[in-house]
């Protein structure tokens, strides 16, 4: 079956823009994951959905980054005013729900000049 | 102290030679284990998972549990030079409403023709 897509596939932005970052998870997943990933601090998680709701937005770097999901499938995660140091990729996973594997999409790399 | 701790490597065996990857973690409430294969310029690919005390096999794959000592490994018998990627352990403890996976830095593995 189809697995997670993400999309841009890579995204260029000037430092201070916004950007939105798309994930479509597996079809029944009830679980959806952000994390990054950069050289300096491998793969980082930021943000669990259960359905609509997002139980755990611990990893969230700052104020400037922010996510939601409609619909208990696809999700967009936003961030405002990038910034040199968001450069990474972006992963987005999914699960049958909090308790099971998750499955990662290609991800979406974003360069912040 | 890392959470997830593994040796970066790179780790390099000949073709037909068992590769063994360690990693340590330090949560003892950590309930879930799990090894990603990365190939370079890719997202993690879910290879094997494991929940319980003792051995898992799947195919030339298998994945080792101890609990007690903290220490999960994955053992890759008849290497072949498709399995050079880097692989990372991810641990997952289910607190309260977290369900993140906790990844180490990944070992980077080398199958020689």
């Known amino acids: 079956g189809a697995g997670v897509s993400q999309s841009p596939s890579n995204k260029v932005t000037e430092k201070g823009k916004d950007v939105e970052l798309r994930c479509d998870p597996i079809s029944g997943h009830t679980a959806l994951y952000w994390y990054r990933q950069s050289l300096g601090q491998g793969l980082e998680f930021l943000i669990y959905?259960?359905?609509?709701?997002?139980?755990?937005k611990s990893g969230l770097p700052s104020d400037r980054f922010s996510a939601e999901r409609t619909g208990g499938s696809v999700s967009t995660l936003t961030i405002q005013r990038t910034q040199q140091e968001d450069s990474a990729v972006y992963l987005c996973?999914?699960?049958?729900?909090?308790?099971?594997?998750?499955?990662f999409g290609p991800g979406t790399r974003l360069t912040v000049t | 102290q890392k959470e997830v701790e593994q040796n970066s490597g790179p780790l390099s065996v000949p073709e037909g030679a068992i590769a063994s990857l360690n990693c340590t973690y330090s949560d003892r409430g950590s309930q879930s284990f799990f090894w990603y294969r990365q190939y370079s310029g890719k997202s993690p690919e879910l290879i094997m998972f494991?929940?319980?005390?003792g051995d898992k096999e799947d195919g030339r794959f298998t994945a080792q549990l101890n609990k007690a000592s903290q220490y999960v490994s994955l053992l890759i018998r008849d290497s072949q030079p498709s399995d050079s990627a880097t692989y990372l352990c991810a641990v997952r403890t289910s607190s309260g409403s977290a369900r993140q996976l906790t990844f180490g830095s990944g070992t980077q593995l080398t199958v020689l023709p």
């Open positions: 959905f259960q359905g609509n709701s997002a139980p755990d």
């Open positions: 996973a999914s699960s049958r729900d909090g308790n099971y594997e998750q499955y």
């Open positions: 494991i929940y319980s005390n």
